[in-house]
């Protein structure tokens, strides 16, 4: 039996650009019915609502994803709305750094960029009408007091005994939070609903708080600022917007925000929630993620170890592998927990067509090729992809002494070991044949520090004259031009697949989880690449050049290994 979560099996059908537009969920099933039944005029109108308090993640990519990927196929409209209503916590830095994400993911907002900030003395005015029609008080307990009466699961809350305020009184007192004559704190415009009710966002949920905080847009023209909630639905009315996706923590909030826009008597727009994504071996929350920069365990936002969209970015991401494996996850209304082995086969499967392959030593081993001319070199010819002829080839130098992997020579060498050891032959990529013919060590520590071999010139093609076979391809870069290069290798950022599950997440960060390779020995053809450029370092993996790197002394992330343990899972 197949005891992979549904969404798991879905990706059975493998990631494939094409999806996007056939996928069919249960938030498409709704807008095909509503549209069915001419509701909104047939219209359909998205938005992705961040809130400006830190990078954007993987799991906001799954909700750009599906609010651009839904008005693009019902040929609607999607907004990109800052959710700006928390000034404590936001900043213009997250804000710029989110629109370039969402640009960057491929999605275009057009002139449909909009702040809750903007909507703030429309807010006000909505409020106004709510005390008129005696939905609204001003309470004067304080937030651990409303906290006290709210009550719990179990126990029904009890009434402020501030809700018998006359509308005059409130507007009065309303008016005067506004102008600034209290205390921050000391007052709140509060829902006049239900104390009893069984959901406890219904019983007198705040609307709008006292807070002397300069707002990143608006400044110090508001000392009050309203409530999530309140803001959030009178939003997506204002903007028209017809289907309000979010996840499914505000499902319990969905009565609220009906009942505002009940209430308000303004457009109602339909609020629809789905599953975050989970990913494992990954923390998704802005508030951990902010811990770790604040913290010092990641060198910021961006460090190609975060899940963040910039880490992905700068790891080596492609906006195309992010948006497959969003497709191919699909919608749940359920929680579950993605592998991460998805997301690293979505890229894989992209890279893989897009990268050229070069030639990278991470762990060089110098060769001298004993026989081979002194102070020759010749050129020979290296494809650029195999998977794709258009990318052509280019030539590398070929000359005495020449880089190989460490790993690549055992001097005593078990069974299974088809690379180079004494007296053995393998194959150089693009080159010759060579042998091992001795071993050079050092002194002291008895560490092979370099090989004498031989060649054959007959075997330029590939292939020896007389039919003689080798077991072992290595990969090589010339002593002569080749690059000294720095690598950045990366493994889960936590040692736990669920890293909060037993305790505080943060005992689960892995401190081995960057390994800088500082000696490495890469193909010329790289020292001109520049941040953001893909390669596949023949059989050490995609990699991407990172933004530290300059020119002459290049740097790279190696973006993912080159096992697909996901495949392999598929085929067994
Ligand atoms: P976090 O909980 O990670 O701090 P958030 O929900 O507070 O994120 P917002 O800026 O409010 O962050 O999120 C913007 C939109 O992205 C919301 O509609 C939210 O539901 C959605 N979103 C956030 N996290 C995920 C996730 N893991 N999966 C899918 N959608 C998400
Ligand atoms: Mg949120």
């Not at 709510?130 to 307990?141: H, N, R, Y």
């Not at 592998?321 to 919608?331: E, K, L, P, W």
């Not at 762990?363 to 650029?384: F, T």
Request: hydrophobic share 30%; glycine share 6%; charged share 30%.
């Amino acid at each position: 039996m197949d005891e992979r979560k549904p969404e798991e099996r879905k990706a059975d059908v493998t990631c494939d650009s094409a999806s996007s537009s056939t996928s069919f969920d249960f938030i498409r099933t709704i807008i095909e019915r509503d549209r069915a039944d001419g509701k909104n005029e047939g219209r359909v109108h998205t938005r992705f609502p961040p809130e400006p308090n830190g990078y954007l993640h993987i799991g906001h990519a799954k909700s750009i994803c599906l609010n651009f990927g839904i008005a693009a196929q019902y040929k609607g409209l999607c907004n990109l709305r800052f959710d700006d209503t928390n000034p404590s916590k936001e900043d213009v830095e997250y804000v710029d750094s989110i629109m370039e994400d969402v640009r960057w993911l491929g999605f275009d907002w057009a002139d449909r960029l909009f702040y809750a900030s903007d909507y703030f003395e429309q807010l006000y005015q909505y409020a106004i009408g709510l005390i008129e029609s005696g939905k609204a008080f001003v309470c004067d307990l304080s937030a651990e007091e409303i906290r006290e009466y709210r009550g719990t699961l179990t126990l029904p809350g009890r009434e402020s005994p501030y809700r018998g305020r006359t509308v005059r009184e409130n507007l009065d007192l309303f008016k005067r939070m506004r102008d600034g004559e209290f205390e921050d704190g000391s007052r709140t415009l509060r829902a006049k609903i239900d104390m009893a009710s069984g959901n406890i966002n219904m019983r007198d949920p705040v609307i709008y708080r006292i807070q002397r905080t300069s707002h990143h847009r608006t400044g110090d023209d508001w000392c009050i600022y309203p409530m999530y909630d309140y803001a959030h639905c009178c939003s997506d009315s204002i903007e028209g917007i017809t289907h309000s996706i979010c996840t499914l923590e505000f499902e319990d909030h969905r009565p609220l925000y009906d009942w505002y826009l009940e209430q308000l008597g303004i457009f109602h727009s339909q609020q629809i929630e789905f599953a975050r994504l989970n990913l494992t071996y990954t923390v998704m929350s802005k508030r951990k993620l902010l811990q770790l920069v604040e913290e010092g365990y990641v060198t910021g936002w961006n460090d190609p170890l975060m899940p963040t969209i910039s880490g992905l970015r700068r790891r080596g991401f492609t906006p195309e592998s992010i948006r497959n494996f969003c497709d191919t996850i699909g919608v749940a209304k359920r929680d579950s927990t993605v592998s991460i082995d998805l997301l690293n086969h979505c890229l894989r499967e992209d890279l893989n067509k897009r990268a050229p392959r070069v030639m990278a030593v991470l762990h060089p081993l110098k060769v001298v090729i004993d026989n081979y001319p002194e102070g020759r070199s010749e050129e020979v010819e290296a494809v650029n992809n195999p998977e794709d002829p258009e990318m052509g080839s280019r030539m590398l130098s070929f000359s005495k002494e020449i880089y190989i992997e460490k790993s690549d020579f055992m001097e005593d060498p078990p069974g299974k070991f088809f690379r180079l050891s004494p007296g053995r032959e393998i194959r150089l990529k693009h080159a010759y044949f060579i042998k091992c013919e001795s071993v050079v060590k050092d002194d002291l520590t008895g560490e092979v520090k370099e090989l004498h071999c031989t060649y054959d010139p007959e075997t330029g093609s590939g292939q020896a004259p007389d039919g003689r076979k080798v077991k072992g391809t290595l990969h090589w870069v010339s002593a002569e031009d080749g690059v000294k290069a720095t690598v950045r290798l990366y493994q889960h950022l936590f040692t736990s697949e669920d890293p909060g599950a037993a305790g505080d997440f943060k005992e689960t960060i892995n401190s081995d989880a960057l390994e800088e390779l500082t000696d490495c020995v890469v193909e010329p053809v790289l020292t001109d690449s520049s941040p953001g450029d893909h390669f596949q370092f023949l059989r050490n993996g995609y990699f991407c050049t990172d933004t530290d790197s300059r020119p002459g002394a290049p740097v790279f992330n190696r973006t993912v290994g080159l096992r697909d343990s996901w495949a392999k899972i598929q085929n067994k």
